[in-house]
């Protein structure tokens, strides 16, 4: 029994530990008073599982890992100097792992995304391969404008700002390409989705959750 309830403590301890972390990423202010308490014994001991306030209850009460992981994966190694208006993670590093491929320096890059999917938008494709005219991409984003109006993201200036700058885009191409091209290769679509309160674009791909973070 004792074993167990050492087991149990210890566990209770790593999360609460965990939630201290986390309140210093969040609010670096208190980094003086927690970062004293997460690395106390004497302090850390007082955490007891057989207390009234247990170090169970404190676990669970304490707040864990804020946000999502994303993993990059790419073909060679990171340089800072590349600059995308979009950047593609996954929530898995299986999805990063195709991407990397097996080339001589490709690698995973794990970052921490925040509350990503709070302000992340789904365009609603099924498939960021298909291929498609610009307008049926600016059909979509138009609809999320309309949206994020509507539920007051955006007031009515930025909205109508934002369609017209969307209705300069149609007509400048009649040709076929994959959707996650036009996306890329669209600097002032992301500005758009940016400007109408968006962080991110939302997919599924092949059964994992990417988010394309908006630069």
């Given amino acids: 029994m004792a074993g167990l309830l050492d087991v149990i403590k210890e566990k209770a301890k790593q999360q609460y530990q965990q939630g201290l972390l986390n309140q210093i990423l969040t609010n670096p202010a208190s980094i003086g008073t927690e970062l004293s308490q997460l690395f ?4 850390m001991s007082q955490v007891n599982p ?5 170090a169970m209850d404190v676990a669970l009460s304490a707040p864990m890992m804020a946000g999502t992981i994303g993993y990059r994966g790419l073909t060679k190694p990171y340089d800072a100097s590349v ?9 898995t590093p299986e999805l990063a792992n195709v991407y990397s491929g097996s ?7 794990k970052k921490e995304l925040g509350d990503v999917n709070k302000n ?16 049926d991409v600016l059909d979509r984003v138009e609809k999320r404008v309309i949206d994020a109006f509507n539920n007051k993201k955006i007031d009515k200036a930025t909205g109508l700002n934002n369609l017209d700058e969307l209705e300069k885009l ?9 959707v996650h091209q036009w996306l890329s290769g669209q600097d002032k679509i992301s500005e758009i989705l940016k400007k109408s309160g968006y962080d991110a674009l939302s997919h599924i791909e ?3 959750q990417t988010y394309g973070i908006l630069k």
């Fill in 40 to 43: 106390d014994p004497q302090y």
């Fill in 50 to 54: 057989m207390s009234q306030e247990s």
């Fill in 83 to 91: 600059k995308n208006n979009i950047e593609w993670f996954s929530e």
């Fill in 103 to 109: 080339n001589i320096g490709s690698n995973i890059i």
């Fill in 120 to 135: 992340a938008v789904d365009l609603g494709f099924r498939d960021y391969k298909t291929e498609v005219k610009l307008d």
């Fill in 170 to 178: 149609r007509n400048e191409s009649s040709e076929f390409k994959q």
């Fill in 206 to 208: 092949n059964g994992y």
